[in-house]
């Protein structure tokens, strides 16, 4: 490869300048770091497998990759290998912006299928670095990170449906005192809350929501809060994409769906001690017990609540106490 100085370890020396970008250039968390040099130190330990003058980084090609994902797919889940094959695309679009690649062999391949359910939850840290991803990298303080950083907060921080994401206009929003207009299910309306950091985030993209506007025709959608790069709303495709690129980023979870960051914020809410009724009201539930089933209440959480607030639990706590 022109430029490229050929060695027994090259693939393994382009992944490490990969991992520093990462961890330098781009800020990634060390959870994300970690998840990306799990899953392409196997692709490297593949390769030295298979060629005998070591490693290099034009030995990487479809058929290597689908040989890789195949004998991965004996022992590991589609989310699993989506994953990975989501890195090894993240690394050679590193590898062919300097120069170390021609090509990118896994742009073409499809990721595995990864049926209908939904992925779990993300620990408090993991959504945390997913909400922050936006703001780092070269595209940091553009329009479309400003509004996919509110797309985050929207659904995370304010655990919106991403059906009513895409479904906002800049009327239904008050930055003052902070709150959503929503139509959820049965087009029911109701009033969410935005926090402290989803206000920043709307107040910084609608100053920078018109650059989005067509770069042709000047196309600009009247009324949508979220518009896409032609200028007109962001459809909830679109949305899924970006979560899944977030997610890939700040968690190591090219599978994260949108409704999962909706899951995680009633969760994270009800370990936060909210009342479930507040959370059912926030989240548009009909049901309480569609919330209850929603947040995954553990156990240990009902003791706790349990042994704090049950007259009968403290009547024992005394009684034990007394000896």
Known sequence: MAGVTSHPD?????????LAHLEGERRASPHTVLAY??????????????????????DV?????????????RGRSAASLARKLSATRTLFRFLEREGLARDNPAALLGSPKLGRRLPGLLAVDQAKEVVEAPGRGPRAGTAPALRDALILELLYGSGLRVSEVVGLDLGD???????????????????VPMGTQARAAAQAYL?????????????LHPTALLLGRLGRRLGVRQIQHLIRRYGALGAGR??????????????HMLEGG???RVIQEMLGHSSLSTTQRYTHVSLEQLLGVYDRAHPMAQRRRRGAGGG
């Open 61 to 73: 090609d479809r058929l290597v990759l689908r040989a890789w994902l195949a004998e991965l797919a």
């Open 37 to 58: 040099r799990r899953d392409l130190e196997q692709l490297v330990s593949f390769v030295r497998q298979r060629s005998r003058g070591g490693a290099r980084v034009e």
């Open 254 to 267: 090219a599978d994260l769906h949108p409704h999962a960051l909706r899951h995680s914020c009633a969760t």
């Open 10 to 18: 090259e693939l393994g020396s382009a992944v490490a300048r990969f």
């Open 173 to 191: 929003v008050s930055l003052e005192p902070g709150e959503l207009r929503v139509l959820g299910k049965g087009r029911k309306e109701r009033l």
């Open 207 to 219: 100053a920078q929501r018109s650059q989005l506007r067509h770069p042709r025709t000047g196309e």
């Open 274 to 276: 909210a009342d479930l």
